[in-house]
């Protein structure tokens, strides 16, 4: 009997070892990196191989293609970063330059998306934002009865809340391109909760508009212009005691990125000016970076923050 050998050794592999592997074979150079990003604590690996599980899911047979847009994203970051030393800021100030130069190529946004993706697991910010919004945000609110996500995106936030909230899921994007890569995610994984996609901008007149229990926006608010504006949106959107997670990076330079937080004060601030109570809050640096290290050289921290709407 014939036995795919490739498939076995896969089979007795981790989840992330997979991705790992993949990336490494492609990319040997990024090994320094990787090595940097590793969880030292037994749930943060546990966490990072299911989610590991999750990505493969979504990839399919596409991983090769996926490490390509992962290494694109990263050159990519490390060319705006070197603006960004040079300048002090981000290199595109507006959303309509940004819709213009980035959203409108189809070609760029597939790679970028794909990049995106595997950085959940890759980077230990964003592994850490993950942590924080499963075990502070979904393992700690109770009885939602209804959840919205803004930018859904590659729908992993949205799948997990599913997991674990009965109520009404609803998720809005103003591309319909996104919601179409977010349906097509959810469907891949699985997901059983009857889920609303809907394209929606989230300024629209909210007067007579459905509260929603729990909310979430991560990685939003920094390809905004006004990003304060979508907080107070968002709040009148919510219903009294509902909760909302809320992760941005600072000092965090990309070809997308046009609000700047200089330090996660400044975005803890905009979310209590925004008439939220500050639940709880957490800081995770770049990969290989302690948080103070990170503040003192200006490098980018993933910030999260829990509140609740008074």
């Known amino acids: 009997m014939f036995i795919n050998k490739s498939h076995l050794k896969y089979s007795m592999m981790s989840q992330y070892s997979i991705i790992q592997e993949a990336v490494l074979r492609f990319w040997p150079e990024h090994a320094s ?7 030292t604590s037994a749930e943060k690996k546990l966490l990072q191989d299911e989610i590991s599980g999750l990505i493969l899911t979504l990839t399919g047979n596409d991983l090769e293609r996926h490490v390509e847009g992962y290494r694109w994203m990263c050159r990519m970051v ?29 070609a760029l ?3 970028y998306m794909d990049g995106l993706l595997l950085s959940q697991i ?9 942590d924080y919004y499963i075990n502070d945000f979904l393992g700690t609110g109770t009885d939602v009865k209804s959840h919205l996500e803004v930018g859904p995106g590659h729908g992993l936030l949205l799948y997990l809340a599913g997991r674990v909230i009965a ?9 319909t ?12 994984l699985g997901a059983s909760a009857d889920i609303r996609l809907a394209q ?19 990685e939003v608010l920094e390809h905004l212009e006004q990003p304060q504006a979508a907080l107070l949106a968002l709040k009148k959107r919510m219903s009294r ?37 500050i639940e709880s809050v957490r800081f995770a640096p770049a990969s290989g970076y302690t948080e103070a290290r990170a503040r003192k050289n200006c490098v980018s921290i993933s910030c999260g923050v829990i509140a609740k709407c008074p």
């Open 167 to 175: 109520g009404q899921l609803t998720a809005w994007d103003i591309s």
């Open 78 to 106: 490390l060319e705006e970063e070197m603006v960004f030393r040079r300048t002090g800021r981000y290199r595109l100030a507006s959303f309509a330059e940004t819709d213009r130069l980035v959203y409108s190529d189809a």
């Open 109 to 111: 946004m597939s790679k």
């Open 122 to 130: 890759l980077w230990s910010n964003h592994l850490e934002m993950l």
């Open 33 to 39: 990196t990787l090595s940097k990003a590793q969880p």
């Open 200 to 218: 929606q901008n989230i300024f629209d007149d909210s007067s007579n508009a459905e509260r929603f229990d729990s909310v979430v926006i991560s």
């Open 177 to 188: 391109t996104s919601i179409k890569h977010t349906r097509s995610a959810l469907v891949a």
């Open 241 to 277: 005691g509902g909760r909302i997670f809320i992760n941005a990076p600072v000092n965090s330079p990309a070809i997308d990125h046009i609000f700047l937080y200089r330090s996660p004060e400044e975005l803890v601030d905009m979310v209590s000016a925004s008439g939220f109570e």
